[in-house]
């Protein structure tokens, strides 16, 4: 049988009575260093947007942008009345255009009038290539003069791609602190219940969320060197990923370094072992979820390769923090920080006789009728997958309805529904006539009208039947495309429809190529830490079947329970990084445990009961608090953040008790000695 002593590992050999001060000293110093000279990130630039470079929409707002004006979005400004507007309120609409063009020193068009009288609209251009602060300022200044001095009962709202943009931002404005606190609340109550102690709770926590706001800064500096912008979206969910990983990766040392004081008199000896057994498992599982993430990389939708990159930055922080700067915490004060429950030496380990115990006997005394019926149930989970839908609308886009959406309803009432959100084609000079009148006879255009150009562009506004982002207008957009390539080959089609459905294909080509990626990620780390290919093979399996059976259970939960119409084109591929990469820590922490004890019994079935007994309770906090911390993206009004906070933290539950509880033991039980071949251990 092999045999390792924990205090040669490396990280080991920093935990000691001065060692663990200058390491402490050191963190300390070295965080308030990256606090205090981090550079502000770089937020102009649309850092959520799905669009690559290379999208045809993409290419027509390009060619559009060097056009006199050619780059201005209109902001509409929405007159509307109850029971209809009178001669009065048209009068009020054309002195509040007249304002707008003074006080703004543009040319406001309008007030232009519905046919059926209820609804006037103002188009005020605004430049696109302003940074986010300066749309959202000058939004605030349309939305100021537009509504100022109407008579009694007109109402005025502002839509248009730079309202929507500016109540976009809108939404994180003073995200950061109140995601922080909501995180901190949660985590905080967790491990309180966790360990029943008045005080131990504050050093993980504390620890964890210094890492939490260094790897806060180190985000912002990639940002600021690379130049990639970054927005409250991919700042939100690296918070929850430094929270939720950084913790569960704490529960497990602090759980092995509380086995290890009933072992050891000293308790920098006793912190040494924790350090030395729980390292490997921590760092092959956040390895995992590292790689994972940098797969996104190859991703051509920025707002997932800005999510994989800034992911990976703060949880290379979070690990840094839970390995290095926590032992050393953590061993200083002594034992009585566990108190009530404080562990002495020669203390019964009661886990075994614990509930993660129990479950482990009773799963491997039927090994094959627990595996068949736990893969069963999620194999049945996943079937509500198959009626997935992705890409929501711009209304579909927020929990919380604002103006510019509002102002979309309104108009849709009493003018075409591309009113607000006109698409655009951009083409040759020459061609612009053809163009338009190929456009004005396809089905679902409402109008198409050639709109300037220079000698060599020329530009058609067209507008169509449909609402903003309905599958109507997606489908719209796709005969748009196809009827003015066969006039002008070269001709791009852009506008928010356009985009929308570029953003969709996109999306399915990201998950083409990255899902094959993360799997490589996975199972090459499974078997490096493991020696193992069988153990690899299904241990990945039932993790992308758990994600899998997250998926159709939360679509299910989406459609028939919120009445949400489809998932963001981003939901699946992110769910599926965080909840295989994530996912499989579980299994990790569990199966390592495993072959620790395999190799010093040599018996399969009670060395993965031993690993349960031993774990169980760890990992299940672990995964509830994982689960939990994800859950309070809901506190960010995007439907993106919330279904996404759902299927991970559902996927994350079922890994916790389903995958890791019940499946993995009884397979180990199952196959026995095999599950570890071809290692030394499988022989």
Known sequence: MESFDHRNFLLARLVGRRRSVTV????????????????????????????????????????????PDGDDAPAIVVFSREGGLGPGDLAAAEERAQALSTDLEVEATGPIPSDDGSVALVQVPV???????????????????????????????????????????????????????????????????????PWLWIVPLAVIGLGDRVAAKVVDTISAWSGLAVDGSITGIT????????????????ARYR?????????????????????????????????GLLTLLAADSPFVSRIGLAGAAGLAVAVLFALVVLPAAMSLP???????????????????????????????????????????????????????????????????????????????????????????????????????????????????TPTGGDATTGQVRVVLEADPGSTSALATVERLRDAVHQVDPEAAVGGPDAEAVDEADTAASDRTRVVPLVLAVVLAMLFLLLRSAVAAVLLGATTVLSYLAALGVGWLFFDLVL???????????????????????????????????????????????????????????A?????????????????????????????????????????????????????????????
């Open 563 to 621: 009445g949400w119409s489809a998932m963001d084109v981003s939901t699946p591929l992110l769910a599926f990084i965080f909840l295989v990469a994530l996912g499989v820590d579980y299994n990790i922490f569990l199966t390592a445990r495993a072959r620790e004890e395999m190799a010093s019994t040599g018996d399969a079935t009670a060395s993965v009961v031993t690993a349960l007994a031993v774990t169980g309770g760890v990992i299940t906090s």
């Open 334 to 448: 002594g034992r009585w920080l566990f108190w009530p429950f404080v562990p002495r030496v020669g203390d019964e380990d009661r886990s075994h006789r614990g509930v993660w115990g129990r479950v482990g006997t009773a799963v491997t005394a039927r090994p094959a009728a627990v595996t068949i019926a736990g893969l069963a149930a999620l194999a049945a989970m996943a079937l509500g997958a198959l009626g997935i839908t992705t890409g929501l609308a711009q209304d579909e886009q927020f929990l919380d309805t604002p103006e510019s959406i509002r102002a979309q309803s309104t108009l849709a009432g009493a003018f075409p529904g591309g009113t607000a959100a006109p698409t655009v084609v951009a083409t040759a000079a020459d061609s612009v006539g053809d163009v338009s009148a190929a456009a004005a006879e396809v089905e679902g255009v409402q109008s198409a």
């Open 24 to 67: 402490l000293l050191g963190g300390l110093l070295l965080g308030a260093a990256v606090l205090l000279l981090a550079p502000a990130p770089n937020s102009d630039g649309d850092a959520g947007s799905n669009l690559p470079a290379d999208a045809e929409s993409a290419i027509a707002q390009d060619r559009l942008a060097d056009l």
């Open 259 to 291: 086995e290890e004081l009933r072992r050891h008199e000293s308790r920098h000896e006793a912190m040494r072992q924790a350090v030395g057994a729980a390292a490997p498992a921590i760092l092959s599982s956040s390895g995992t979820v590292i790689l």
């Open 127 to 197: 430049p696109s290539d302003l940074s986010n602060q300066e749309n959202s300022d000058l939004v605030a200044q349309i939305r100021s003069i537009a509504g100022d001095g109407l008579p009694d009962g007109l109402t005025t709202q502002v839509t248009g791609a730079p309202a929507v943009q500016a109540d976009l931002g809108e939404v994180f404005s003073g995200a950061d602190t109140r995601l922080l606190l909501v995180t901190a609340s949660v985590v905080a109550l967790l491990l309180i219940l966790t360990y029943r102690s």
């Open 239 to 254: 918070s929850v990923l430094v929270f939720g990983a950084g913790t569960n990766y704490a529960l497990l040392l602090i």
């Open 623 to 683: 995964g509830i608090l994982l689960a939990a911390v994800f859950a309070v993206l809901g506190v960010l009004p995007l439907v993106l953040l919330a279904q996404l906070g759902v299927l991970v933290g559902f996927g994350v539950l079922l890994d916790t008790v389903v995958v890791r509880g019940l499946v993995t033991p009884a397979m180990v039980a199952w196959i026995g000695r095999r599950f570890w071949w071809p290692s030394h251990l499988g022989r």
